[in-house]
C-alpha cells in the first residue's frame, strides 16, 4: 500500500523559452515560448498524483488568473491542494531560458510563495510522508513554514524526504545551517553539485556515503549518469534511461517523484525505485516544461 504524501513548496508559472541558437545580444533570435504549470514542490506533487500516490500540496498563489489556473491544473492531476491565495501578491514565475543540448538558466520571481506561513501548512497522515522543497528553507521568509512542517512531520511519526533545492542559493544559506535544519530527514535528494556542497567530497559516490551516514537514505541525481543511492553499506547505482534532450527543467523534480511513488509503497527495492526516477526523469527531458 501506497503511503500519502504531504508536498511542501513552491507553485509558479514556468515561461519556457527554447533558443533556436545562442543568444543574440541587442538583437533577435527565434525561439518557441511556452508557458506551462511549473515550481518545484508542485511539481513532485503533479508527478506524484499521476504516479498513483495520494498526495496533498501546500502552498501559496497570488489573487490572480495565473493562480487560479495552476491550482486547477494541480486539481486536474490529481493533488489535493493546500493553496493560500496572498493578497496583492503575484504568482510566483520562473523564466526557464533553454539553449541547444538541453542545458538552462533559471529566472526566478517567486511572488507568493514566500508569503508561506506555518498555519498553511496541513499536519501530516500519521505514518505518511513528507516531501520538502529545500527552497521553502532557503529565504527567511517561508522558512518557519518549513521548518514547522518537518517538526510536525517527525511528530506524526512520518518519514520525510527534502531536495536541497539549488547549489548557489544553498552556499549562500550555509552549509552547516541547512545540516542542522535538516538533521531529522529521511531521505535527501541531491544532485552531484549539491551532494559535493553539503559533504566536501568531490566523488558522488563519497558524497553519497557520507550524506547516508547523516539520514537513513541519500539518493543522489547524476544528470546522464545516472543515479546513486546509498543506505547504511549499501550503494546502488543505476544508469540513466535514453532520452533526446529537449530542457532539463523539471527533471530533479520528476526523478523525485518517481523515486518516492516506488519507496513510498516499498522502502526496500532500490533498483526499482531508482530505475522509476530514470524514467520520470526521461519522459520530462524530452520535452519542453517540467510536466
Not at 544553498?170 to 545540516?179: C, E, I, K, P, T
Amino acid at each position: 500500500m501506497v503511503r500519502p504524501a504531504l508536498v511542501v513548496g513552491d507553485l509558479a508559472t514556468d515561461v519556457v523559452v527554447v533558443l533556436s541558437g545562442e543568444p543574440a545580444p541587442d538583437s533577435d533570435r527565434p525561439a518557441r515560448i511556452r508557458s506551462r504549470g511549473g515550481g518545484a514542490g508542485a511539481n513532485v506533487a503533479a508527478h506524484l498524483a499521476r504516479l498513483g500516490t495520494p498526495v496533498v500540496f501546500a502552498g501559496c498563489a497570488g489573487d490572480d488568473a495565473a493562480g487560479t489556473g495552476l491550482v486547477a491544473e494541480l486539481v486536474a492531476d490529481g493533488v489535493s491542494p493546500a493553496v493560500r491565495t496572498v493578497a496583492g501578491a503575484p504568482t510566483g514565475t520562473i523564466v526557464s531560458l533553454v539553449e541547444p543540448g538541453g542545458g538552462r538558466s533559471m529566472l526566478a520571481d517567486r511572488g507568493a510563495n514566500l508569503a508561506l506561513r506555518p498555519e498553511d501548512v496541513p499536519p501530516p497522515s500519521p505514518g505518511g510522508h513528507l516531501h520538502l522543497s529545500g527552497y521553502t528553507l532557503l529565504d527567511p521568509r517561508p522558512r518557519a513554514a518549513g521548518l514547522a512542517a518537518l517538526a510536525a512531520a517527525v511528530a506524526a511519526g512520518a518519514t520525510v524526504s527534502i531536495d536541497p533545492a539549488s547549489s548557489g542559493p544553498l552556499a549562500r544559506y550555509g552549509v552547516d545551517r541547512w545540516l542542522a535544519d535538516t538533521a531529522a530527514a529521511t531521505l535527501v535528494l541531491p544532485n552531484a553539485a549539491e551532494a559535493r556542497l553539503l559533504t566536501g567530497c568531490a566523488d558522488p559516490a563519497a558524497a553519497a556515503r557520507a550524506l547516508a551516514g547523516r539520514h537513513a537514505l541519500a539518493v543522489v541525481t547524476l544528470g546522464r549518469d545516472g543515479a546513486l543511492w546509498a543506505s547504511g553499506r549499501e550503494l546502488v547505482h543505476r544508469p540513466a534511461h535514453r532520452a533526446t534532450v529537449v530542457d532539463t527543467t523539471g527533471a530533479g523534480d520528476a526523478f523525485a517523484a518517481g523515486l518516492l511513488s516506488v519507496w513510498l509503497a516499498d522502502p526496500t527495492d532500490p533498483v526499482r525505485a531508482l530505475e522509476a526516477g530514470l524514467a520520470a526523469a526521461a519522459a520530462v527531458v524530452g520535452r519542453a516544461g517540467a510536466r
